[in-house]
C-alpha cells in the first residue's frame, strides 16, 4: 500500500523558515517524483515544487523560487522541502504526492494535481506578518 506521510508544519513569523518532511512507503521511491502542492483557503491546488528522483531533476513554482528547496533520501525514502524567508501568502496546507514509476530520460514531471493519485494528509503552514 502506498503511503504518504509529511511532518514540519506549523505556526512562523514572516522570515522565519520551515522544513516539510514526506515520508513515503509502499512503492519503489527513487523511481518516482515527489511534488509538493499547496492549497490555501479559497484557491486552488498548486504545484510548488518537484524532484525526480530517477535523476534529480527539480522543478520550483516562480513565487517559491531563491526560497525554498527540494530533497530527497532516496535511502530513507523520505522528500524534504526547505522553505526560508517564508512570506504571509505562502500560509496553505502543503501536500506531497508521488507520482510514477517515472519513464527514464523524462523531461517534465506534471503539475496538473488530478494526475497524481498517491497523497499525503497534508500538513498546515502559517506564516504570520
Known amino acids: 500500500e502506498v503511503q504518504l506521510v509529511e511532518s514540519g508544519g506549523g505556526l512562523v513569523q514572516a522570515g522565519g523558515s520551515l522544513r516539510l518532511s514526506c515520508a513515503a512507503s509502499?512503492?519503489?521511491?527513487?523511481?518516482?517524483?515527489i511534488t509538493w502542492f499547496r492549497q490555501a483557503p479559497g484557491k486552488e491546488r498548486e504545484a510548488v515544487s518537484y524532484i525526480n528522483n530517477d535523476d534529480g531533476t527539480t522543478y520550483y513554482t516562480d513565487a517559491v523560487k531563491g526560497r525554498f528547496t527540494i530533497s530527497s533520501d532516496n535511502a530513507k525514502n523520505t522528500a524534504y522541502l526547505q522553505m526560508n524567508s517564508l512570506k504571509p501568502e505562502d500560509t496553505a496546507i502543503y501536500f506531497c504526492?508521488?507520482?510514477?514509476?517515472?519513464?527514464?530520460?523524462?523531461?517534465?514531471?506534471?503539475?496538473?494535481?488530478?494526475?497524481?493519485?498517491?497523497w499525503g494528509q497534508g500538513t498546515q503552514v502559517t506564516v504570520s506578518s
Open positions: 509502499g512503492f519503489r521511491f527513487d523511481d518516482y517524483a
Open positions: 504526492a508521488a507520482k510514477g514509476p517515472v519513464a527514464h530520460g523524462t523531461v517534465v514531471i506534471p503539475t496538473i494535481p488530478w494526475l497524481y493519485d498517491h
